[in-house]
Protein backbone atom coordinates (compact mmCIF):
# COMPACT_ATOMS: atom_id res chain seq x y z
CA UNK A 1 0.00 0.00 0.00
CA UNK A 2 1.38 3.06 -1.29
CA UNK A 3 2.00 5.88 1.81
CA UNK A 4 0.13 9.09 1.41
CA UNK A 5 2.01 12.34 0.37
CA UNK A 6 1.21 14.83 2.71
CA UNK A 7 1.93 18.45 1.22
CA UNK A 8 1.81 22.16 2.87
CA UNK A 9 -1.91 23.26 2.06
CA UNK A 10 -0.58 26.72 1.87
CA UNK A 11 2.25 26.74 -0.71
CA UNK A 12 1.89 22.89 -2.28
CA UNK A 13 5.37 21.97 -1.08
CA UNK A 14 6.66 18.76 -0.12
CA UNK A 15 9.47 20.45 2.44
CA UNK A 16 8.02 19.44 5.63
CA UNK A 17 9.28 19.16 9.12
CA UNK A 18 7.52 16.95 12.13
CA UNK A 19 6.40 19.55 14.77
CA UNK A 20 5.06 17.99 17.72
CA UNK A 21 1.51 16.19 18.69
CA UNK A 22 -1.73 18.28 18.58
CA UNK A 23 -4.19 17.57 22.17
CA UNK A 24 -5.88 14.45 20.09
CA UNK A 25 -2.22 12.76 18.79
CA UNK A 26 -2.94 14.13 15.57
CA UNK A 27 0.43 14.99 13.65
CA UNK A 28 1.84 18.16 13.15
CA UNK A 29 3.89 19.53 10.76
CA UNK A 30 5.96 22.88 9.27
CA UNK A 31 6.45 23.83 6.52
CA UNK A 32 10.22 24.97 5.22
CA UNK A 33 9.33 27.45 2.63
CA UNK A 34 6.47 28.99 3.91
CA UNK A 35 6.37 28.68 7.94
CA UNK A 36 2.99 27.44 7.61
CA UNK A 37 1.93 25.18 10.88
CA UNK A 38 -0.73 22.73 10.04
CA UNK A 39 -1.63 19.19 11.37
CA UNK A 40 -2.00 16.69 8.02
CA UNK A 41 -5.05 14.42 8.51
CA UNK A 42 -7.50 14.69 11.57
CA UNK A 43 -9.07 11.43 13.23
CA UNK A 44 -12.38 10.54 11.79
CA UNK A 45 -15.20 8.84 13.74
CA UNK A 46 -17.66 6.20 11.86
CA UNK A 47 -21.12 7.03 11.57
CA UNK A 48 -21.63 4.02 14.38
CA UNK A 49 -19.02 5.16 16.78
CA UNK A 50 -20.75 8.91 16.51
CA UNK A 51 -24.28 7.18 17.15
CA UNK A 52 -22.90 5.15 20.24
CA UNK A 53 -21.52 8.12 22.22
CA UNK A 54 -24.66 10.05 21.76
CA UNK A 55 -26.74 6.95 22.83
CA UNK A 56 -24.56 6.66 26.01
CA UNK A 57 -24.57 10.37 26.59
CA UNK A 58 -27.88 10.18 26.48
CA UNK A 59 -28.27 7.18 29.18
CA UNK A 60 -26.74 9.30 31.64
CA UNK A 61 -23.32 9.20 31.38
CA UNK A 62 -21.64 12.59 31.30
CA UNK A 63 -19.70 14.04 27.85
CA UNK A 64 -16.39 14.10 29.64
CA UNK A 65 -17.03 10.14 30.70
CA UNK A 66 -18.26 9.34 27.09
CA UNK A 67 -15.09 10.60 25.78
CA UNK A 68 -12.60 9.00 28.43
CA UNK A 69 -15.32 5.67 27.02
CA UNK A 70 -14.29 6.56 23.47
CA UNK A 71 -10.74 7.96 23.69
CA UNK A 72 -11.56 11.12 22.29
CA UNK A 73 -11.74 14.69 23.69
CA UNK A 74 -15.76 15.11 25.13
CA UNK A 75 -16.26 18.56 22.84
CA UNK A 76 -17.07 15.81 20.04
CA UNK A 77 -19.61 13.76 21.73
CA UNK A 78 -21.51 17.69 22.51
CA UNK A 79 -20.82 18.79 18.79
CA UNK A 80 -22.21 15.81 17.55
CA UNK A 81 -25.07 16.27 20.18
CA UNK A 82 -25.37 19.89 19.14
CA UNK A 83 -25.52 19.23 15.45
CA UNK A 84 -27.72 16.45 15.43
CA UNK A 85 -30.04 17.25 18.64
CA UNK A 86 -32.08 14.23 19.20
CA UNK A 87 -31.33 12.74 15.80
CA UNK A 88 -30.51 9.28 18.34
CA UNK A 89 -33.56 7.16 19.24
CA UNK A 90 -32.99 8.29 23.45
CA UNK A 91 -33.77 5.41 25.97
CA UNK A 92 -36.97 5.22 27.25
CA UNK A 93 -37.16 6.24 31.45
Wanted: proline share 3%; net charge positive; charged share 30%.
Amino acid sequence: MAKKEIVCPKCGSEALHKKGFTTSKNQRFFCKCCQHKFTGEPKRYSEETKQLAMKIYYSGVSGLGVGKIFDMHHTNVMRWIKKNGCGVDKPAD
